[in-house]
Nanobody
Framework: QVQLVESGGGSVQAGGSLRLSCAAS????????MAWFRQAPGKEREGVAA????????SYADSVKGRFTISKDNAKNTLDLQMNSLKPEDTAMYYCARGPSRGYALTTRQLLLAFYYNSWGQGTQVTVSS
C-alpha cells in the first residue's frame, strides 16, 4: 500500500499563493495517475488537478485552470500543486491521491474522478480569506 503524506497547507488572503507537496513512499508500475482532490464542508470531493505518470498529460478542473499547476518529481517521489491567485472558494481540505497502474492512460476526464484512485493521503487544510 502506498503511503501519501501531504504538506504545505495553511491560511492565506485572497490573491495569494500556496504550494502543496505530497510525498509518496514508493512508486510502482509504468503508467499510473496521481492527483489532488479537495473537499469543502458540506460538499462532495472534487478532482482539482491530475497527472498521468507515463504520458505526463495533465488535467485541471475548470475552476482552477490558469491558476493551479500540478507537477511530479520522479527523483524526489513528490507530487506538487502550485496554487496562485487563490480565492475564498478554494478553501477546502486538499488530498493527494494515487491510482493503480492500468497499462493505459486515462482520459483527461477520468483523471479527475475519484473512482480511479485507491490510495489517499490524510489531507492538508487550505483556507483563503477575503
Amino acid at each position: 500500500q502506498v503511503q501519501l503524506v501531504e504538506s504545505g497547507g495553511g491560511s492565506v488572503q485572497a490573491g495569494g499563493s500556496l504550494r502543496l507537496s505530497c510525498a509518496a513512499s514508493k512508486y510502482t508500475g509504468s503508467t499510473y495517475p496521481m492527483a489532488w482532490f479537495r473537499q469543502a464542508p458540506g460538499k462532495e470531493r472534487e478532482g482539482v488537478a491530475a497527472i498521468d505518470s507515463g504520458t505526463g498529460s495533465t488535467s485541471y478542473a475548470d475552476s482552477v485552470k490558469g491558476r493551479f499547476t500540478i507537477s511530479k518529481d520522479n527523483a524526489k517521489n513528490t507530487l506538487d500543486l502550485q496554487m496562485n491567485s487563490l480565492k475564498p472558494e478554494d478553501t477546502a481540505m486538499y488530498y493527494c491521491a494515487r491510482g493503480p497502474s492500468r497499462g493505459y492512460a486515462l482520459t483527461t476526464r477520468q483523471l479527475l474522478l475519484a473512482f480511479y484512485y485507491n490510495s489517499w493521503g490524510q489531507g492538508t487544510q487550505v483556507t483563503v480569506s477575503s
